[in-house]
């Protein structure tokens, strides 16, 4: 039987509408024979989940069972659902009564060994492991590290970082003088990644890598953070010049913090001439 449809408005005073999907989802993974191994990730196994957050997990059935499932059915014996879809990534998402997303990977025990190849893990064996029938699961994530840490010691970590910084800042100023608003948007986004990156360079916080922007605004100075608010922007053409101008600088204050460390200089040249464009861009 699954869950019923929470009180949403009951969440803050009692235990997270989550931490109930996640102890049916353990006990839908028990009842399932078919079900070789599973896997909890995120934040609800790494300790740092709020009302918000996602609940995540890899379910690795047999090959026989697999083709067998069909997603959403799996998921609603969990708990009622309002939609679900495949995204990007071909992984099942399933919505909760309250908003809440659940992201499930349907696979086979032939993925376990793909686990391998994960950049880190996230979170202690013990928090994660939700079924492991055949002992082939908590080796393979035993042998991941808790959290990745960038490779800060080599001076290819400008090429990673810093320079992509400098290709989508001066391109987004050209489609912002072209007239394409929207498309120098999205660039200015893919720079503002980048900025992030920076940031946590400049200032050694590289706790959340893999995705810089989560717990920026606490892992962040509050300097920085502001500076990083101002390079955002609505795709109107007064903002995405008020918000390149204000990339470039933040920028042009991080890159040589960065750089200093392995003898290397920043662009200023290539800087100075796009500081001169963003001065007067209708020249």
């Not at 740092?48 to 690795?60: K, T």
């Not at 035993?142 to 080599?154: A, E, K, W």
């Not at 090429?159 to 999205?186: I, M, Q, S």
């Amino acid at each position: 039987m699954s869950l019923p449809v929470p009180d949403v408005r009951c969440l803050a005073v009692r235990v997270l509408y989550q931490e109930e999907l996640i102890e049916r989802v353990r006990e839908v993974c028990a009842a399932d024979d078919g079900l070789d191994a599973a896997l909890m990730y995120g934040s609800f196994a790494a300790g740092e989940a709020d009302e918000h957050s996602d609940i995540e997990f890899w379910l690795f059935f047999t090959t026989r069972r697999r083709a067998e499932i069909e997603p959403r059915s799996w998921c609603a014996d969990i708990a009622p659902t309002s939609y679900g879809l495949l995204n990007e990534f071909g992984t099942y998402v399933a919505f909760f009564p309250g908003l809440v997303r659940g992201e499930f990977h349907f696979a086979t025990v032939d993925d376990i060994a793909t686990v391998a190849e994960w950049p880190a893990r996230g979170a202690e064996v013990e928090r994660m492991l939700i079924v492991d029938r055949s002992g082939a699961l908590a080796p393979v994530l035993r042998g991941l590290p808790q959290r990745y840490v960038p490779p800060v010691d080599s001076p290819e970590i400008i090429t990673k970082y810093c320079d992509p910084f400098a290709n989508w800042l001066v391109l987004a100023h050209h489609l912002a003088a072209r007239g394409e608003d929207l498309r120098a948007w999205d660039a200015l986004g893919h720079a503002q990644r980048h900025l992030l990156w920076m940031a946590r360079l400049a200032e050694e916080s590289t706790a959340h890598w893999l995705t810089p922007s989560r717990g920026a605004e606490r892992e962040l100075s509050a300097d920085t953070v502001a500076e990083l608010r101002a390079a955002t922007c609505a795709a109107s053409p007064q903002e995405l010049v008020g918000a390149l101008r204000a990339a470039l600088e933040l920028g042009r204050r991080l890159w040589p913090v960065i750089a200093t460390r392995y003898g290397r200089g920043a662009p200023t040249a290539l800087f100075a001439e796009l500081d001169a464009a963003l001065r007067h861009p209708h020249v």
